[in-house]
């Protein structure tokens, strides 16, 4: 049914609406976006108030979208069993849009890839073994936060359709495709998120990770 697909993403939008890095900053009598890069993410918060900030932040976006596709789970599991995997997906994408997008904040939000580790981890666990060494690998070999996100957004969807193919994602057949058009939605939009970086990216001017020392600030 369309309506449970509804419930799910405005489930989700509400919960992706906690800020954690926004939250935390002004806890620290800061508003986030006003400082590195503006976004409003668990990166932006690790290099401006350091790893503890980012950590926490890190957590509170993907137990968000956790929650947003266990609550979904138990909403529709009993009624609808073979769409409900497919449904937590659609809370996960709700609470991406809601962190990217917060009305209450001018739709300035974040990135989403924290909210997207929590889908894949939630939705189907093995997926992320791969997504973080891809992640690791990637920041690890160039410093570039941005394109180990960009390539983790990459290397879920193609392990979507992988498992998918297989028979893993405990979805009924009639409903793979959607999953798949789905997915595919959280990949496009990390990739448009992205998208300063990438140009960044391709002129060599995209900056490496560093992180601030507690309570030393990086302003625009």
Same mark, same amino acid.
């Given at each position: 049914?369309?309506?449970?697909?509804?419930?799910?993403?405005? +489930?989700?939008?509400?919960?992706?609406?906690?800020?954690? =890095?926004?939250?935390?900053?002004? *806890?620290?009598?800061?508003?986030?976006?006003?400082?590195?890069?503006?976004?409003?993410?668990?990166?932006?918060?690790?290099?401006?108030? =350091?790893?503890?900030?980012?950590?926490?932040?890190?957590?509170?976006?993907?137990?968000?979208?956790?929650?947003?596709?266990?609550?979904?789970?138990?909403?529709?599991?009993?009624?609808?069993?073979?769409?409900?995997?497919? +449904?937590? *997906?659609?809370?996960?994408? &709700?609470?991406?849009?809601?962190?990217?997008?917060?009305?209450?904040?001018?739709?300035? =939000? &974040?990135? &989403?890839?924290?909210?997207?580790?929590?889908? *894949?981890?939630?939705?189907?666990?093995?997926?992320?073994?791969?997504?973080?060494?891809?992640?690791?690998?990637?920041?690890?070999?160039?410093?570039?936060?941005?394109?180990?996100?960009? *390539?983790?957004?990459?290397?879920?969807?193609?392990?979507?359709?992988?498992?998918?193919?297989? =028979?893993?994602?405990?979805?009924?057949?009639?409903?793979?495709?959607?999953?798949?058009?789905?997915?595919?939605?959280?990949?496009?939009?990390?990739?448009?998120?992205?998208?300063?970086?990438?140009?960044?990216?391709?002129? &060599?001017?995209?900056?490496?990770?560093?992180?601030?020392?507690?309570?030393?600030?990086?302003?625009?």
């Amino acid at each position: 049914m369309i309506l449970n697909r509804i419930i799910c993403l405005a +489930l989700g939008y509400v919960l992706g609406l906690f800020q954690t =890095g926004y939250i935390y900053g002004k *806890l620290h009598h800061i508003d986030i976006r006003e400082y590195g890069s503006g976004n409003a993410g668990a990166t932006n918060t690790l290099r401006t108030l =350091g790893w503890k900030a980012g950590l926490i932040t890190f957590l509170g976006d993907a137990g968000k979208a956790a929650l947003s596709m266990g609550l979904a789970w138990l909403l529709f599991h009993q009624a609808y069993p073979g769409q409900a995997h497919l +449904l937590e *997906l659609y809370a996960g994408l &709700g609470t991406v849009l809601g962190h990217n997008f917060p009305f209450y904040m001018k739709f300035k =939000g &974040g990135k &989403g890839i924290a909210c997207t580790a929590g889908v *894949l981890l939630t939705f189907y666990p093995p997926m992320a073994l791969l997504c973080l060494l891809v992640f690791a690998g990637t920041v690890a070999a160039t410093r570039y936060v941005s394109l180990g996100s960009i *390539l983790v957004s990459l290397c879920f969807y193609g392990q979507l359709v992988v498992f998918g193919q297989m =028979g893993f994602l405990w979805v009924d057949k009639e409903f793979l495709m959607e999953t798949y058009a789905v997915g595919a939605v959280f990949t496009v939009l990390a990739i448009w998120r992205h998208r300063a970086n990438i140009k960044r990216l391709a002129s &060599g001017t995209e900056n490496k990770i560093s992180v601030s020392k507690s309570g030393s600030l990086n302003k625009n």
